[in-house]
């Protein structure tokens, strides 16, 4: 069927009009099509000038937001492209008069209203939090800081660096069912699984410590509490109010809440002069974070093999009261410790003191001493890594994904027990994902803050110094992941543990085809990019999500999981919510994901053995002959597509066999003397 052409002023293009436009006159018509053209020009010509003229934009802008009214008068003009350019700046409408003309009217508008409903007009008055009483400076010596929500591991060593710094800092007990049921007593209704969990063992602990004999009015002056906080939408932004809800109900009302936004990174601060979040105690931090996340990371991945039951957990603990005694000792370093006199003198006190520390920190003689410690403690643990175990990723909230505990039904030690080896999540991930959404997000905001009404001149001015201070910025985000990465992977290679952080650039790349990198709440894109990440590479036979029951960011995550899912026929994806009850019902859904996982690990270390082509028994003489390869930390590559540790380990043994001409050559003779005799 041939097609006929339409031309603009036909009779077919007339009646096409008619036929959308309706009963609107050939005039109206004809109008309406010149504004539309007009704004098509206007604003083909604003991307244009603000790709190669930025300075220039504001003047065509304002112009695109006035044209309507304009248009009539420059109907004389022939071309839109002439009337573009025929407005004068001088001629352009106040816009400050015009904000006050409708803020006037909105006034008006608001009496008339109140005025027909009978309510009598009253001035706005905003909430504002009640007045806190501030933690001192001059109350350290007497005041202990409460923390908690992490692991025992981590706790420790925050533990130890605020002893470092000179505070008295105590790490609540581990949150467990009888602190949830607290927490629900006491909190809102809806509230975060997390929230009900780490409220109700700080409630635990004060009424703990109201029983011992101390009055309440004691615990409020002696005691409080820090804690992380945020913004965006997620429930974690309401757990500030939940805190002092849940203490005022409780009857401790007046108990100091401190709390530093996890946005604001180096920035952070606590509002209290009694708790100054300073170099020492920053650096402190990421030394107790990559420590205790390689700890954590080491205990998961030798437990499932060791010989002796029970050594690996308690090596740990030896492993960890060592590198916090190396953190409680450290202290800062002042002019001049940590550099030659020269140096100070050349560069300046207060210069070179935050790099000396840095260094000193990274590089110093304390944290040394800590690898070592970590390292003898954790050297006379035998495995043995010829058992096929599925090797289960772990992602999901963050809370949920991490703990230890009753707060997602302690399902690391079920899965240890059905014999899994769990891969579980460092915090120092997530420290990652956070350095990487500032890094995307400083040129994301390009433009926003830059001076609307000023001259040309001086609008690129500001253009220049708002692009120096972005670029010095993300270097600045740059250099602390490098820093920090580097940082584990030293603790990593220590005590040879094989994964390393992931890169938080390829997660969003992979992620961003089902999940935008700057869609905020909780774990953001992380759990579609691990499901994908660790699909698409072999690295893991099953990806378990944790998170609390009814969690927003992370149930928009399974909901897009469905479309991954699609694409990616072999992922095996177990999403489990956590609560303060369902335990069995969790348990019994994750054996029944295991049994595919188990098959996997299975013909996975079937196929690796095969392509040895030397049978297991020979593989294990030679690993008895060379003891080494039975210590924990001895450190086995991880090769791409192989996410078993035993099948990791016949392919590493069968290639130091390959190269180990003494073995080799000790095996022909015995071959020999065998066939002689």
């Given at each position: 069927m041939r097609t006929t052409p339409v031309y603009p002023g036909s009779d077919l293009d007339s009646r096409r009009d008619r036929r959308i436009y309706g009963s609107l006159s050939e005039s109206?018509?004809?109008?309406?099509?010149?504004?539309?053209?007009?704004?098509?020009?206007?604003?083909?010509?604003?991307?244009?000038?603000?790709?190669?003229?930025?300075?220039?934009?504001?003047?065509?802008?304002?112009?695109?937001?006035?044209?309507?009214?304009?248009?009539?008068?420059?109907?004389?003009?022939?071309?839109?492209?002439?009337?573009?350019?025929?407005?004068?700046?001088?001629?352009?409408?106040?816009?400050?008069?015009?904000?006050?003309?409708?803020?006037?009217?909105?006034?008006?508008?608001?009496?008339?209203?109140?005025?027909?409903?009978?309510?009598?007009?009253?001035?706005?008055?905003?909430?504002?939090?009640?007045?806190?009483?501030?933690?001192?400076?001059?109350?350290?010596?007497?005041?202990?800081?409460?923390?908690?929500g992490l692991t025992v591991k981590h706790e420790r060593l925050i533990q130890a660096v605020f002893d470092s710094c000179g505070y008295r800092a105590l790490a609540l007990p581990q949150a467990d069912l009888a602190s949830c049921q607290i927490g629900k007593q006491y909190c809102n209704n809806g509230v975060c699984n997390p929230a009900y969990f780490t409220i109700g063992a700080l409630l635990r602990y004060l009424q703990q410590l109201e029983a011992s004999g101390l009055s309440r009015e004691t615990i409020v002056d002696r005691y409080v509490f820090f804690t992380a906080g945020s913004c965006g939408p997620c429930r974690f932004g309401m757990y500030e109010a939940e805190y002092r809800l849940a203490l005022r109900n409780a009857g401790f009302d007046g108990f100091r809440v401190l709390l530093f936004q996890q946005e604001h990174g180096v920035k952070a601060d606590t509002g209290a002069p009694g708790l100054k979040l300073s170099l020492h105690l920053g650096l402190g931090a990421v030394n107790a974070f990559t420590f205790a996340d390689a700890l954590q990371a080491f205990g998961y991945e030798t437990r499932p093999y060791e010989l002796s039951p029970g050594l690996t957990d308690r090596r740990l603990a030896r492993a960890i009261e060592a590198v916090a005694q190396a953190l409680a000792g450290r202290r800062e370093l002042v002019p001049p410790d940590g550099a030659p006199r020269w140096m100070y003198r050349l560069i300046g006190d207060k210069r070179l003191k935050p790099y000396a520390n840095a260094y000193d920190h990274l590089y110093g003689p304390a944290t040394k001493g800590a690898l070592g410690a970590c390292r003898a403690a954790l050297d006379d643990i035998d495995v043995d890594r010829f058992r096929v175990k599925p090797v289960i990723k772990i992602t999901g909230e963050f809370w949920a994904q991490s703990t230890e505990g009753d707060g997602n039904f302690r399902m690391f030690e079920f899965l240890e027990?059905?014999?899994?080896?769990?891969?579980?999540?460092?915090?120092?991930?997530?420290?990652?994902?956070?350095?990487?959404?500032?890094?995307?997000?400083?040129?994301?905001?390009?433009?926003?803050?830059?001076?609307?009404?000023?001259?040309?001149?001086?609008?690129?001015?500001?253009?220049?110094?708002?692009?120096?201070?972005?670029?010095?910025?993300?270097?600045?985000?740059?250099?602390?992941?490098?820093?920090?990465?580097?940082?584990?992977?030293?603790?990593?290679?220590?005590?040879?543990?094989?994964?390393?952080?992931?890169?938080?650039?390829?997660?969003?790349?992979?992620?961003?085809?089902?999940?935008?990198?700057?869609?905020?709440?909780?774990?953001?894109?992380?759990?579609?990019?691990?499901?994908?990440?660790?699909?698409?590479?072999?690295?893991?036979?099953?990806?378990?999500?944790?998170?609390?029951?009814?969690?927003?960011?992370?149930?928009?995550?399974?909901?897009?999981?469905?479309?991954?899912?699609?694409?990616?026929?072999?992922?095996?994806?177990?999403?489990?919510?956590?609560?303060?009850?369902?335990?069995?019902?969790?348990?019994?859904?994750?054996?029944?994901?295991?049994?595919?996982?188990?098959?996997?690990?299975?013909?996975?270390?079937?196929?690796?053995?095969?392509?040895?082509?030397?049978?297991?028994?020979?593989?294990?003489?030679?690993?008895?002959?060379?003891?080494?390869?039975?210590?924990?930390?001895?450190?086995?590559?991880?090769?791409?597509?192989?996410?078993?540790?035993?099948?990791?380990?016949?392919?590493?043994?069968?290639?130091?066999?390959?190269?180990?001409?003494?073995?080799?050559?000790?095996?022909?003779?015995?071959?020999?003397?065998?066939?002689?005799?």
């Open positions: 109206c018509i004809s109008r309406l099509k010149n504004a539309v053209l007009e704004a098509g020009v206007a604003f083909a010509w604003a991307a244009y000038a603000h790709l190669r003229y930025e300075p220039f934009l504001h003047s065509y802008s304002s112009f695109t937001q006035d044209f309507g009214s304009r248009r009539c008068e420059n109907e004389e003009h022939s071309t839109p492209g002439e009337a573009l350019f025929m407005i004068p700046d001088s001629e352009r409408p106040d816009t400050s008069t015009r904000e006050a003309d409708i803020e006037r009217l909105r006034e008006a508008a608001r009496h008339r209203l109140h005025a027909r409903a009978g309510v009598p007009v009253e001035p706005i008055a905003h909430y504002r939090r009640e007045a806190e009483r501030p933690f001192l400076a001059s109350e350290r010596d007497r005041v202990t800081i409460l923390f908690g027990r059905e014999g899994a080896h769990v891969l579980v999540e460092p915090i120092g991930g997530w420290v990652m994902y956070l350095l990487q959404y500032q890094r995307v997000r400083i040129f994301a905001r390009r433009g926003l803050t830059l001076p609307k009404d000023a001259s040309r001149l001086a609008r690129l001015a500001a253009r220049l110094r708002e692009e120096r201070g972005l670029w010095l910025r993300r270097l600045a985000v740059e250099v602390g992941e490098y820093l920090y990465r580097r940082q584990y992977d030293g603790v990593r290679d220590a005590i040879g543990v094989a994964h390393p952080l992931l890169d938080q650039r390829e997660l969003a790349r992979i992620a961003d085809p089902f999940y935008r990198e700057l869609a905020r709440g909780g774990e953001g894109h992380l759990e579609v990019g691990k499901s994908i990440y660790y699909t698409t590479r072999n690295a893991a036979h099953m990806v378990l999500s944790l998170k609390p029951f009814g969690c927003m960011p992370s149930t928009q995550s399974d909901g897009v999981q469905s479309a991954v899912l699609a694409r990616f026929k072999d992922l095996t994806f177990l999403p489990i919510e956590t609560g303060s009850e369902g335990e069995l019902t969790a348990h019994s859904r994750v054996q029944m994901a295991l049994v595919e996982a188990r098959l996997r690990a299975q013909a996975e270390f079937q196929r690796a053995l095969a392509s040895t082509g030397r049978p297991l028994d020979e593989l294990r003489r030679y690993v008895d002959e060379h003891p080494e390869l039975h210590r924990a930390t001895y450190h086995v590559p991880h090769r791409r597509g192989v996410a078993g540790v035993a099948a990791n380990f016949v392919l590493h043994v069968h290639d130091r066999m390959r190269r180990d001409r003494r073995w080799r050559r000790a095996r022909v003779d015995t071959m020999a003397v065998g066939q002689g005799a």
